[in-house]
């Protein structure tokens, strides 16, 4: 069974500095890719970034190019969202994803991805 647990999440002010973490275990864990992915209210889920879990690259939505930086600790299963100069629309539920079986599809899809956190709470303030 695998388990994926995000953490990290809270309520900021415009500017400040947040990092949510995304921890997956689970025996014989074989681990693609991982992502985070978001969910405001009466909003659909929206990509934030995504890495390759071999070659490390990286891939970051345009809303939040130059802010967020995603970064993954291997030996830890352990992916990580960098959070600068928060904005109040980046206030959402941020999701982490698990992609396990490798499906060549676009990484900002939620369909690429197996298993899913439950959900972390970010809130920005102006």
């Known amino acids: 069974q695998v388990h994926v647990v995000e953490s990290g999440g809270g309520l900021m002010q415009a500017g400040d500095s947040l990092r949510l973490s995304c921890a997956a275990s689970?025996?014989?864990?074989?681990?693609?890719?991982m992502a985070w992915f978001r969910q405001a209210p009466g909003k659909e889920r929206e990509f934030v970034a995504a890495?390759?879990?071999?070659?490390?690259?990286?891939y970051d939505a345009d809303s939040v190019k130059g802010r967020f930086t995603i970064s993954r600790e291997r030996a830890k299963n352990t992916v990580y969202l960098l959070m600068n100069s928060l904005k109040p629309e980046d206030t959402a539920v941020y999701y982490c994803?698990?992609?396990?079986?490798?499906?060549?599809?676009?990484?900002?899809?939620?369909?690429?991805?197996?298993?899913w956190g439950q959900g972390t709470q970010v809130t920005v303030s102006s």
């Open positions: 689970g025996r014989t864990l074989t681990i693609y890719g």
């Open positions: 994803a698990l992609e396990t079986a490798f499906k060549n599809s676009w990484y900002g899809s939620v369909s690429t991805y197996d298993y």
């Open positions: 890495i390759n879990w071999s070659s490390g690259s990286t």
